[in-house]
């Protein structure tokens, strides 16, 4: 009898039967299915230029310094990556069962959470301070590195400045070859501050030497090294970031201990650009002595300590955040961004602050590092995990006495296995549910309204090898620990809310939308197939005009973001759809969370186009939205539900439709909302 | 003024990107189920392979792309919290991505278990199923015994019976 006669139960002759009519099955299926999928014509030349950037590594850059040379005087390093190194690998991966190389298995190799560390050397580094690769000779020192926007340790383009015994040298790495490969360029004059930005796909590099803007284009086809004076630059810019704005791509640099200036290029090819005129001086004050770009393009400026007493303080746009000790007495700061983490380093002591630029704010994270200075390029993959059952470790709040504050924010941890609890007064408590060693990883969160950091419940997306789950989180006095059913997901599940009761979870994946009675033993819903597939953003009781409908559920989908109307059942299934709200319809929703608040004031807001938001306190009417936008913009109003909190005497407020609240001065708003 | 990569290994590429490009690209969506990302697992998977290949390090290449499809897609969805953090903006066709039959597959009750397999079993059921491989060379495109082969094989079809009996 084989395994799967036993697994099924089957006499030998109908097991062997029912095999033989799953595998005509399943052939027929992914037959079919294989046969669904078009090849792109623009496949073809998306592997071509990739290619060419990986051919290009070896023997390119010596091309470009021939050619540069011919212009410029410029020496070629001779030797440096002439054949593609294969970059020394500290830790070597686990060998797999059959100990044989495995094609692509490089990318396989456990990678936990990493950084790129600047110190003598250029080297990846994890979080906790394992060296995964050296990259950079011996005898070079390496004094900045910056990557391409997207960049992981698996793929994309490094570049870096360095000191070696032959001169100034700008090189790169390209990680697309499953190893490293690279290349480098001997400089008759240093960058300035050592300064260089890559293009945000990879396609260039970019540093100033004295006031002569340099580009090298990374690309075969395109002519080498090109060189532009710039006019009425101010001394000493130093380049830091490359930001691909859609109607305004722009070099950021800074003059250290002199502010941020932005350098306008032409829009267009980036092989074709050049700048457009002078550095624009950016209205940070002078002294900001670095800057960056957040993915979501917000300006952050470091302001450093002045003198004993004064403080270093991290600006993103508006929010400051005051550094903490020992950065916080720092004189000089390097800052440097990359996808969704940063880092603010000061390079005399190696200090470090790892920073996570989210849409609900900048959070901080003290790095333990050796003294270098650091740049954060990339997250990696956890690694998997032993077992499934999540591992809920201890809540660390930050000050045991504010256990009892209420949740009001939620942030899923750049690890993706722990998230944090914001409570009012900056209280925190971060909760990790998977070990550091497993990579299972969460994804979509909600908390339970009401909740607070000792007593509350969080409903997590879990994935771990292909599987994708919805688990709950209790918070305890004693600490965190897993409650209740898994409800196995169909697919990605793309949001999760909870009921404003608190009683039953609404969560979407490739079903639709479901919903789960919360607690022991607690039953997932039918799927409610008539939902239109899209992500649950929110899920609100409200007082609507129709009496017949008792809730409000967000859903965003490719078209935007629609309001579907609700109707509360006795069974478990707790949602049916009245009905998408007409554009024009009014709907008010109660503001679950102002108890505190001395009148309840209500939020009424208008779906569609012309979005209105205006709400009442003390019988006065005020506020607005700022901007126009579609129904999308109602997710902020929607978080109101649990997640807005109103706060005494309101008198008006704008909002923007991201998520952010500019608030007016003297207008004691605080706006949390869930992602 | 720097070339482009010498013609006769253009001419190379084509040939090869002409026979094996639809296979792999099927062969990435089945198991990774997105169209988009299946593209994206095959360009990496040739951006690592052909510098191997014009050095001489590869003896079959059909082979090499293929085992490189699958540790790419297995890689991607390990990766996919945060790729999904740039879906909306790299999905669908805006980037040029054709749409697969989605109506048909989501009515394919088959194809519809098959997803909710663990990525190990997904893997051995689309290698021997639609690549129509056998055992030895399923392990070692997957870098398993033939052991490891076998169970999975057996834990995967006995959870789409399960899966399939539920869905009645």
Known sequence: MSDHEHDTGHEPHEAHEAHEAMERRLRASLGQRAQDVEVTPALYERIRRRRRRAAWQPWALGLAGVAAAAVAGFAVLPGLFETPPAPPIVDEPEPTETEEPVPGDEALAPLPMAVALVTDDLVLRSAEGEVLRSLAEPEWQVRSVAAERDWTPETGVVAFVADTPDGTVVGTLDQTDGGSTGASLVLPAEPNGAGVAVHPAGDAIAWVAGDQLFLLPLASEVDGLRQFPLQDAPDGLVVQQWVDQVDAPTLLATVPGGGAWSLPMDVGDVFDTQPTGPPLELPVGAGVVDAAYTPDLRLVTVTPAAGEGSAAVLTVDDDPVTLPAPLDAATELVLSTTGPLGALVDPTTGDALLLTFGADGTSTQPLDTPASAVAPLALGPDPQPEDDAPDVGEPVPSDPAELGLPVDGLLLGTDGRTFTLLAPNDATSTIEVYPAESEAVLGELAVRPGSTLEDGLVAVESASEGEVSVRFVALTPEGAAPVGDVVVASGEVTGIAWAPDGTHVAFSDDQGLRTVAVGPGGTAGEPLTWVPQGAVEDWVWAEGLDAATSGYVTLRTDAGSTLHAVERLEDAATLQVAGQLDASAQVVLDTHANDGAAVGPTISVTPGAPVALSWSADGDAGGGLADPGEVGALRGVAASGGQVVVVGEVASVEVTLEGRVRALPAVPVAWDVLD | ?168
Do not use: C, I
Request: proline content about 1%; charged content about 30%; overall charge negative.
């Open chain 2, 1 to 168: 003024m720097l070339h482009v990569v010498a013609d006769v290994d253009e001419r190379g590429f084509a040939a090869v990107y002409a026979d094996q490009v639809d296979g792999l690209v099927r062969l990435a969506y089945l198991l990774t189920s997105d169209a988009g990302r299946a593209e994206d697992v095959v360009a990496d998977a040739f951006a690592k392979v052909w510098p191997r290949w014009q050095r001489g390090e590869v003896d079959d290449l059909g082979a090499y792309l293929r085992t490189t499809v699958v540790n790419t897609a297995r890689s991607r969805l390990r990766r996919r919290y945060l790729e999904r953090r740039h879906a909306a903006t790299l999905d669908g066709d805006g980037r040029g991505v054709l749409q697969h039959d989605e109506a048909a597959a989501e009515h394919d009750a088959t194809w519809q278990a098959v997803q909710q397999l663990p990525q190990r079993q997904r893997e051995v059921v689309v290698l021997r199923f639609w690549e129509d491989l056998d055992v030895a060379t399923t392990a070692e495109v997957l870098g398993v015994s033939q052991g490891t082969v076998k169970s999975q094989t057996s834990k995967a079809m006995a959870r789409l019976e399960q899966l399939l009996e539920g869905a009645r």
